[in-house]
């Protein structure tokens, strides 16, 4: 059984940057799609970036298109990352990690849907 623990969130000014990380234990990630999603208050949940197994493939959220985030990954340490630059008050919310097994090695989703394993999440402020 996957588990993900998530880690790195924290109050920031708008403008900053955060580093977030997702520890996966349980099996190695190396079939395994990633995602990052989010969740702000009476809002649903969102995608926000994806990577494929060898991290060749990335993909972002509309609400996060224009390179102020980047997503990583790390097979031989079980890591995946969200470097999010710029914040802004708009990028509060609770950030999940999330995992899917596939035989595709360039997949990558931002759909919900498509995620199997998910992290407890890690708290996200922007604000001054």
């Known amino acids: 059984q996957l588990q993900l623990v998530e880690s790195g969130g924290g109050l920031v000014q708008p403008g900053g940057s955060l580093r977030l990380s997702c520890a996966v234990s349980g099996e190695t990630l190396e079939h395994y799609a990633m995602g990052w999603f989010r969740q702000a208050p009476g809002k649903e949940r969102e995608g926000v970036s994806s990577i494929s197994r060898d991290g060749r493939s990335t993909e972002y959220g509309e609400s996060v298109k224009g390179r102020r985030f980047t997503i990583s990954r790390d097979n031989a340490k079980n890591m995946v990352y969200l470097q999010m630059n710029s914040l802004k008050p708009e990028d509060t919310g609770i950030y999940y990690c999330?995992?899917?097994?596939?035989?595709?090695?360039?997949?990558?989703?931002?759909?919900?849907?498509?995620?199997?394993?998910w992290g407890q999440g890690t708290q996200v402020t922007v604000s001054s």
């Open positions: 999330a995992a899917t097994y596939t035989g595709v090695r360039e997949y990558t989703s931002v759909a919900r849907i498509n995620y199997d394993y």
